[in-house]
């Protein structure tokens, strides 16, 4: 083909056909630019298409994660659901007579007071989004949204429950280690203890001091503060998982 564009143009200028030549010269760098147009055009269409899989590769794995992170987010939700409704039985128990207080396990109320749940969702894809900067392809900008505001979200959540877990390392522990018998505790955890502690020590005496109370109440307003960050980020949750499975 380019042997044949030469004869032409030799030929042309052998018979001293100038202007014939210059339309024709001007003819083929016409040709030329309109096939660079088109390969310049096929390539783009090329990279769309491989930007669109590469996309829509993406949103299903955010869909997965995400989906776990949701089976995740429904068991800590539970469990704090109950530290939170425990302490409030707790605190109702304040300064009542033995009597009813005999009526309630105890043990077990201590328990599940101290087991709030920590919130710690896997964050691979986001991360990897952002690190490899692939988070450009994502047209989505209610989605891009969403997955900034997760991530911000998600830091006051494990805010909320650091403050929660130090209340229970700090002063509700210690406490119940000078004024009660963690063994009991225990028996509905990890250890499982089948007997209770073989050392005297009234339980109920708790239940008419005023640091305990004061432990329960401040401890109890932090578990209610993580409910309520883990509810914010629950809706955000069930937006991303709505914007993946378009």
């Keep these: 083909m380019i042997k044949f564009f030469r004869h032409i143009r030799k030929s042309l200028l052998e018979q001293n056909k100038m202007g014939k030549y210059l339309k024709y010269a001007i003819g083929e760098i016409l040709l030329v630019v309109i096939g660079i147009l088109i390969a310049l055009q096929i390539n783009n269409w090329n990279e769309n298409r491989k930007e669109s899989l590469e996309e829509s590769s993406i949103l299903q794995n955010l869909y997965d994660e995400f989906s776990e992170n949701k089976k995740l987010f429904e068991k800590n939700m539970s469990a704090t659901k109950i530290a939170k409704q425990t302490g409030y039985t707790i605190m109702s128990l304040m300064g009542k007579p033995e009597e009813e207080l005999k009526t309630q396990n105890i043990d077990s109320l201590l328990y599940m007071v101290l087991e709030p749940g920590e919130y710690r969702p896997s964050e691979n894809t986001i991360n990897d989004l952002i690190q490899s ?114």
Aim: charged share 35%; proline share 1%; glycine share 2%.
């Design 133 to 246: 900067g692939r988070l450009r392809l994502l047209k989505n900008k209610t989605l891009k949204l969403l997955l900034y505001n997760w991530q911000s979200e998600l830091k006051d959540v494990h805010v909320a429950f650091e403050r929660a877990e130090l209340k229970i390392d700090n002063e509700f522990i210690p406490y119940l280690s000078q004024h009660y018998a963690l063994k009991d505790i225990d028996k509905y955890g990890a250890l499982k203890w089948e007997e209770n502690t073989n050392l005297k020590i009234d339980k109920y005496a708790i239940f008419n001091d005023i640091e305990f109370e004061n432990i329960t109440d401040d401890y109890l307003y932090r578990v209610v503060a993580a409910k309520k960050s883990l509810e914010r980020i629950g809706t955000i949750l069930d937006a991303i998982l709505e914007e993946t499975n378009k």
